[in-house]
Each structure stands twice: as C-alpha cells, then as structure tokens.
C-alpha cells in the first residue's frame, strides 16, 4: 500500500514553544491530508482537514490559530502546535488519500509532550 | 459522532478465527464501511472496506448484511501479532472531503 510517513516519531519541548510535526506522502500525490489527535485510551479525533494550496478546514473545537497547519505542496502537509502547554501533549497522527473510493494512509504518528 | 458501534472487548484463541461485529444502522446508501487497526501507539493500519458485497483481501474478510446495518471483520486464523484495536468506520461525506469519524473500536487480545 501507499506509504505516508511522520516526522518526527516522538517529541519533547518546553511549555511555551512551538513544534513542527511532517506528513508526507511518499509514493502518491495528496490534495488531501488529515490530522487527528488521540489521547491515551480513546480514539481518533480528527482536527482538520488540509487541502493543499488552500486554508485547512478545522473541526468545531479545534483552534486555527494554535494548530497551524499548511499544505504548500503535493506531498508536504505541516501541523505546527504553537506556544505549546501540558494539555497539548497527545499522539498526533496524520493520514492522506482516501478520496473517491479508496483507503485512506496514515503516518506512524508522533507522540508530542510537553513539559 | 461516530455512525457505528462495536462490542468494547474481545478475546480470541491464536489459530482460530475472530469475529468482529459492527453496527451501523443509520448508513446511507453510498457510503462505505472500512477497517482499520491499530496497535499500541502506531498509526492505524488499513484493513478492509466494502459497500455492499462481501470482500476478502490477504489480511481478512467483510461480510456486510444485505440491509447494510451491520457488518462483521473475518481473521481467518488468529495470530498474536493481530492483537489490537480493531475500528469499525462509515466514511462520510462533508462538503468536498470523504471523512473517517472513528468510535472507541474493539480491543481484540489473541490469546496463546
């Protein structure tokens, strides 16, 4: 199957701080990617909705402004968490495809802490 | 919310085959019902998915009911390795995008 991989796999920073989490498609080109968050024990939360060359689409609850997203290319989606607080700390996952009929892909996740 | 419902927890002999069940009684006529899994802290893991006939790939079988309400995931023989969180999942269709609102899933344990 088709291969989206995250970057980085796990990370630690300071409250505060903004961190950079990758999705990228690596054998296929996506006009669409998404991002969901998962806290320990439960499930999937979908945050937003990346298009690419256009404004993500976030979910009802979900802060634009704090979880920053950007589609800039066919490959390439970017979730940046800025200022950064306990709270935020989660397992972030992105997946891509899965438009028309097909299955979605999704990246192996990264487990974001904050401290 | 999430258009399914499955059974919290599951166990199932290795070499047997698991059942898992779904329901999914409010489906619309062209949306598909997929499977994923996913294993203690990965990203989930593509299964299966299906609309209305029944499917197999190498990893498993679907057998949807002729009414679409419910839907069972076939593991033919078990492994330890299957044991995970299996999602049950109606994709559904918002504005332009196809979007997976996923349930708490199945815990499958495969039992030695």
């Known amino acids: 199957g088709a291969v989206v991989s995250q970057h980085p796999s796990w990370v630690i920073c300071k409250s505060g701080t903004s961190v950079k989490i990758e999705c990228r498609s690596l054998?296929?080109?996506?006009?669409?990617m998404f991002w969901y968050r998962q806290f320990p024990k439960q499930s999937l939360m979908l945050m937003a909705t990346?298009?690419?060359?256009?404004?993500?689409?976030?979910e009802q609850g979900v802060e634009k402004d704090k979880f920053l997203i950007n589609h800039a290319s066919l490959t390439l989606s970017t979730l940046t968490v800025t200022s950064a607080h306990p709270e935020d700390s989660s397992f972030y996952i992105c997946?891509?495809?899965?438009?028309?009929?097909?299955?979605?892909?999704f990246g192996q996740g990264t487990r974001l802490t904050v401290v | 919310d999430a258009k399914t419902t499955q059974p919290p927890s599951m166990d199932c002999a290795e070499g047997r085959a698991a059942n898992l069940p779904c329901n999914h009684s409010?489906?619309?006529?062209?949306?598909?019902v997929y499977w994923y899994r996913q294993i203690h802290s990965q990203g989930p893991q593509y299964i299966i998915h299906g609309l209305k006939n029944n499917e197999t790939n190498e990893m498993a079988s679907l057998i949807i009911t002729e009414d679409r309400k419910s839907s069972t995931l076939i593991l033919p023989h078990a492994t330890l390795r299957d044991t995970a969180v299996y999602y049950c999942?109606?994709?559904?269709?918002?504005?332009?995008?196809?979007?997976?609102?996923w349930g708490l899933g199945t815990s499958l344990a495969v039992n030695p």
């Open positions: 409010t489906i619309s006529g062209n949306e598909y």
């Open positions: 054998d296929f080109q996506a006009t669409t």
């Open positions: 990346s298009n690419e060359g256009s404004k993500a689409t976030y």
């Open positions: 999942i109606v994709r559904v269709l918002d504005g332009n995008n196809r979007k997976l609102i």
């Open positions: 997946s891509a495809g899965g438009q028309m009929n097909t299955e979605a892909f």
